[in-house]
């Protein structure tokens, strides 16, 4: 299972943009990338998910580079209430199950 | 639309007894999930039901902890004999079918003492 490498913490000012960096370098071909994130003390929520073009909803925007080796989720306005854990996630083939397997998250704080 | 339910929301109990959380799945969901989430850590998969069937228990701990997801809708996680270090927070989430976005309930913080 490709594993990812995020940051544990990260600080944004608000109103700013955050962007936060994923390490994939494992990823296969077929493989999504996906993020979530947890604020304290509620379930994870999906933000974004991507294969190989950029991607973006009204969350969030979700980078992808041409080797797919690393990926940068946007916030392009941070509010206090994005201050959560930010899970980057490769998700296991469809054909495998499909899992998500989570790793420890970027804690990210919006500060005023 | 309601979300994933989970109930109780806290839960504490003595070392040794037995314990059960419950989760309502959002409707239509057929993929259902319960993960186990430790302090300071990611979830991590306990099992996965496609409708009633167990199709991935690999991580679930099958001397003390039993699942069960009987008519493909609602699903009770039991833990018996409970110990120490079973305390966590207890998460379960739902999908439409493996592999689409997951959607996770609040989750069971659990408190062995």
């Known amino acids: 299972d490709a594993k990812t490498t995020q940051p544990p913490s990260m600080d944004c000012a608000e109103g700013r943009a955050a962007n936060l960096p994923c390490n994939h370098s494992?990823?296969?071909?077929?493989?999504?990338v996906y993020w979530y994130r947890q604020i304290h003390s509620q379930g994870p929520q999906y933000i974004i998910h991507g294969l190989k073009n950029n991607e973006t909803n009204e969350m969030a925007s979700l980078i992808i580079t041409e080797d797919r080796k690393s990926s940068t989720l946007i916030l392009p306005h941070a509010t206090l209430r994005d201050t959560a854990v930010y899970y980057c996630i490769v998700r296991v083939r469809l054909d495998q199950g499909g899992k998500l397997i989570f790793g420890q998250g970027t804690e990210l704080s919006v500060k005023p | 639309e309601a979300g994933v339910v989970q109930s109780p929301r806290y839960k504490i109990i003595e070392k040794k007894q037995p314990v059960a959380f419950w989760c309502n799945p959002i409707s239509g969901h057929n993929t259902l999930y319960w993960y186990l989430q430790n302090l300071g850590q990611g979830p991590e998969l306990l099992i996965r039901y496609e409708n009633e069937e167990a199709v991935d228990d690999s991580q679930l701990p099958k001397d003390r902890f039993s699942a069960e997801r009987l008519k493909g809708v609602d699903s009770t996680l039991k833990i018996q004999p409970a110990e120490l270090g079973d305390s966590a927070v207890y998460l379960c989430?739902?999908?439409?079918?493996?592999?689409?976005?997951?959607?996770f309930g609040p989750g069971t913080r659990l408190t062995v003492t």
């Open positions: 494992t990823i296969s071909g077929n493989e999504y």
């Open positions: 989430a739902s999908s439409l079918a493996s592999g689409y976005e997951q959607y």
